[in-house]
């Protein structure tokens, strides 16, 4: 049903759902091929558009490694296979997708061929997956050290304000001194975000309590609830 559907098939995705185990192999083999090749017919960008979300509600490890390969095509594949709003997707979709390796996600936000409208959300999906401790805190420290130092993408590309923004979610006071040095340097692109907004979510995130979630609410980060 989902295959041929033409308007949202919202029973077959509740079937999805409750059968994944059955389900999830196709869904998975066709994102797998539409990473690898242009998708030709109807039936499998269906599979793609509507599998992706349903595989990341359910919280399918198995999704990562081909949803990790498809964030590398062009914009204009991923606004065809994941919609218009992809942007605004795409950090939830990872969350969910997330099977525990963080490297990979290291390697794609590090990967300057890779999309700028992708690198700057996953960065705010890696900082929601460190405060939740699915991705231990000394090894997001390090990776965010080192993008510092490295800088694999060059100044200006709005990853280095997703950048920003995982810093300013959490909270972690060495790292201003290297967000204000990248704002006075140029790599950050104030048309997307300015450095006295930093400064206060920065500090807000600094004064929240352990267990307190609301700015990732307000960002747009977590699971997704409503598939």
């Known amino acids: 049903e989902i295959a041929t559907a033409e308007d949202v098939p919202h029973e077959a995705i509740l079937a999805c759902m409750r059968t994944l185990p059955e389900v999830a192999p196709?869904?998975?083999?066709a994102i797998a091929r539409a990473a690898e090749a242009p998708i030709t017919s109807q039936i499998d960008l269906n599979l793609v558009y509507y599998g992706v979300p349903i595989l990341s509600a359910a919280r399918e490890p198995g999704l990562q490694?081909?949803?990790?390969?498809?964030?590398?095509?062009?914009?204009?594949?991923?606004?065809?296979?994941?919609?218009?709003?992809?942007?605004?997707?795409?950090?939830?979709?990872?969350?969910?997708?997330f099977d525990g390796d963080a490297q990979a996600l290291f390697d794609l936000l590090c990967d300057a061929d890779a999309s700028e409208y992708v690198r700057m959300?996953?960065?705010?999906?890696?900082?929601?997956?460190?405060?939740?401790?699915?991705?231990?805190?000394?090894?997001?420290?390090?990776f965010l050290h080192r993008f510092d130092t490295d800088r694999p993408?060059?100044?200006?590309?709005?990853?280095?304000?997703?950048?920003?923004?995982?810093?300013?979610?959490l909270g972690w006071q060495e790292f201003a001194p290297l967000v204000e040095a990248a704002y006075a340097d140029g790599r950050l692109d104030t048309g997307v975000s300015e450095l006295r907004l930093f400064r206060q979510g920065f500090a807000?995130?600094?004064?929240?309590?352990?267990?307190?979630?609301?700015?990732?609410?307000?960002?747009?980060?977590?699971?997704?609830?409503?598939?």
């Open 65 to 97: 490694a081909p949803l990790l390969r498809l964030l590398r095509l062009p914009d204009d594949t991923l606004e065809e296979l994941l919609g218009g709003e992809f942007i605004t997707t795409v950090p939830q979709i990872a969350i969910g997708a």
């Open 204 to 227: 807000a995130a600094a004064a929240a309590a352990p267990d307190d979630h609301s700015r990732f609410e307000e960002a747009g980060y977590g699971y997704i609830e409503g598939v």
């Open 121 to 142: 959300p996953l960065f705010g999906t890696v900082a929601y997956l460190t405060w939740l401790g699915r991705i231990p805190p000394e090894t997001t420290r390090t």
């Open 26 to 29: 196709e869904l998975l083999a």
């Open 153 to 169: 993408i060059p100044a200006g590309d709005i990853g280095w304000n997703g950048w920003e923004t995982a810093i300013e979610l």
